[in-house]
């Protein structure tokens, strides 16, 4: 019999199982597509000498028809009751018994051998629960891939896929017809690019090439004036959107006259009751008879059939308390809200919202695992499977007495690494970000200015972007744009709030925080961004921190990926861990320089204390 348990303790990561069944029934299941399914299949397969996609994506890929064809694109809590009961498609499924361990249900024992005891049947209902408390009124799928994994031509793959069977199936309601891709910020929204730049030629057959060039649309809604010219009941749009852009805004005055005249394009909408249900479950109420208005791209997007929407970043769309996890918000700009108003305005039309696909780095939100994830890669086996770099962590103390021998020691370690080498033709570089323009340009710049005039490198090496243009010219964003070319000399970038997802530079080599952010979870963002793997051979990612940022991205860390420092630089067999401690010297020979290098003293450790 299971070992009691609390309903409060239990995290059963079903997308495990899943997977499990998807492998040891591979055949009957692949023998259940359709013909251009498998030969897109084959094509992707990563044991192919020629495939492209990295084994995550193309396992994410599978998964990702798996629930569309093979289970009938349903609701998930609707799968894990049919593969409790072994009824449906898991019909004689292979027996899984109960097993618990540090308070998760993650082995693979769950719920058998054919008997279910009574501790079975409650973790069972429990885990429904909590899945069927993210259901919404369209299918929802959660996929976490790590950073740096490809989740962006992932996500394109997926659509060249759902347009190719569309047209081959135009009558099948469970192929999207459209494409809707949400960036939570300009930052990832230009990242986004790459599903239009991206060589189909590497993830399509050749035989359907052109028939995607000829009838794809893209929209690309980077601008608050740029309007949605998509044509009513086309087809084979791909809208890339910041939600911003698209997302419902509050009426908060009535018109005036003249306005009710001339804005009679404008569509009002309530916020029903679609969220009713969580009232009890979170404590607060809904606001449900607030009215919202639709922009113009909004009231676009509901006159298209078979709508997909994709999610890159989707944990923005969760957020780290309860309410914000599950996506509701009292206020009605919340972009779960939209894209819950924009099914039933569909719906309303006749067509649906097919499905939401979200993709995040990680499954975990908070404390939480996410119940729908039905996809996972995380970032340790990430870096052991070298689709990243390796990272080496340096700690320092006393940072704010002692910040010169910060920078220099961040800068001179890695000129001495890399001074003279290219990576893929590219320069390698390293990023500084400052918590403030104030900071960076009365404390920071001055500081890297100086070290490197004393390592005689060149300053013209320094690029300051900041999001203010007095101090970021176009020129500068030009750069910057360029960075990861061979073109850029560029190596030395000093940042405020570009840390987050999305700028995708695989040349950088190493990031240095001095100061703690207003933001947890960005030194973990900034962190990462120089992990992003570079040339045929594993390199190794250099992150210089104050001892207060190590604290925060140890509790990061944690929260996000279930890993410890240690963990992180373990990964991809890099044992060492490095502590760097700030300490006065006494001797009175040594010039000041001298006195601020021999201030740096290291002391190997096995962990943070």
Not at 16 to 37: C, G, Q, V
Not at 483 to 500: A, C, H
């Amino acid at each position: 019999m299971a070992k009691k348990r609390k309903q409060s303790e239990i995290e059963f990561p079903f997308y495990t199982y899943l997977k499990l069944f998807h492998d040891e029934n591979k055949k009957k299941i692949y023998k259940a597509y359709s013909p251009l399914t498998r030969k897109f299949l084959n094509f992707n397969n990563s044991e192919n000498a020629n495939s492209w996609l990295r084994k995550p994506q193309f396992e994410a890929l599978e998964i990702y028809v798996f629930l569309k064809e093979f289970l009938d694109n349903r609701y998930l809590y609707e799968i894990f009751e049919d593969w409790y009961n072994k009824s449906s498609q898991f019909e004689g499924r292979q027996d899984i018994g109960v097993s618990q361990s540090k308070g998760t249900l993650g082995t693979f024992e769950l719920f058998g051998p054919s008997e279910f005891q009574n501790d079975d049947k409650i973790a069972f209902e429990e885990i429904f629960k909590q899945i069927e408390a993210f259901k919404q009124s369209y299918p929802n799928y959660i996929f976490a891939l790590a950073m740096g994994i490809g989740k962006t031509v992932l996500m394109a793959t997926t659509i060249f896929y759902e347009f190719l069977l569309a047209n081959k199936y135009p009558k099948n309601t469970n192929y999207c017809h459209n494409a809707l891709v949400f960036a939570p910020d300009k930052t990832v929204l230009m990242s986004l690019k790459e599903i239009e730049t991206f060589d189909k030629a590497k993830v399509v057959p050749p035989e359907y090439i052109n028939w995607l060039d000829s009838h794809l649309k893209f929209h690309f809604l980077d601008d608050t004036g740029i309007s949605l010219n998509a044509i009513d009941n086309s087809k084979y749009n791909i809208i890339i959107s910041n939600t911003q852009k698209i997302i419902l805004k509050q009426k908060r005055k009535e018109d005036s006259a003249s306005e009710k005249l001339f804005n009679e394009s404008d569509v009002l909408y309530k916020a029903k009751s679609l969220n009713k249900d969580f009232e009890d479950l979170y404590g607060f109420e809904i606001n449900t008879d607030q009215e919202l208005i639709s922009n113009q791209r909004f009231a676009k997007l509901i006159r298209l059939k078979q709508l997909g929407i994709y999610l890159d970043e989707a944990h923005h769309a969760f957020g780290s308390t309860l309410e914000k996890d599950f996506g509701i918000r009292k206020t009605a700009t919340s972009l779960r809200v939209t894209i819950n108003e924009l099914a039933e305005a569909l719906s309303q039309a006749g067509s649906k919202v097919v499905g939401c696909y979200n993709y995040t780095g990680t499954p975990y939100v908070g404390k939480r695992l996410l119940p729908e994830v039905v996809y996972a890669y995380g970032l340790k086996d990430a870096i052991d499977n070298k689709y990243l770099k390796k990272v080496k962590i340096h700690g320092f103390e006393n940072v704010r007495s002692n910040a010169k021998v910060f920078v220099r020691t961040a800068i001179t370690e890695f000129w001495n690494e890399h001074k003279d080498k290219r990576y893929e033709e590219m320069l390698p570089k390293m990023a500084f970000f400052a918590a403030s323009i104030d900071e960076l340009q009365n404390e920071l710049k001055p500081l890297v200015e100086e070290v490197l005039s004393e390592l005689e490198i060149p300053l013209n090496k320094i690029l300051v972007n900041v999001g203010d243009p007095k101090i970021t010219t176009n020129d500068d964003l030009r750069e910057f744009k360029n960075l990861d070319t061979p073109n850029s000399e560029k190596q030395f970038i000093l940042l405020v709030n570009k840390g987050k997802e999305g700028w995708n530079c695989r040349s950088l080599f190493g990031v240095s925080l001095l100061r703690s952010p207003k933001s947890k979870v960005f030194v973990l963002q900034a962190t990462m961004r120089c992990l992003r793997a570079i040339s045929d051979v594993q390199q190794k990612g250099m992150v210089y921190l104050s001892k207060e940022n190590v604290d925060i991205l140890e509790k990061e860390l944690e929260q996000n990926f279930r890993l410890t420092i240690e963990d992180l630089t373990s990964a991809g067999d890099e044992k060492e861990l490095v502590e760097v401690r700030l300490v006065s010297t006494t001797s009175k020979n040594k010039t000041q320089k001298d006195k601020d290098a021999s201030s740096v003293k290291r002391k190997k450790v096995n962990k943070w204390g």
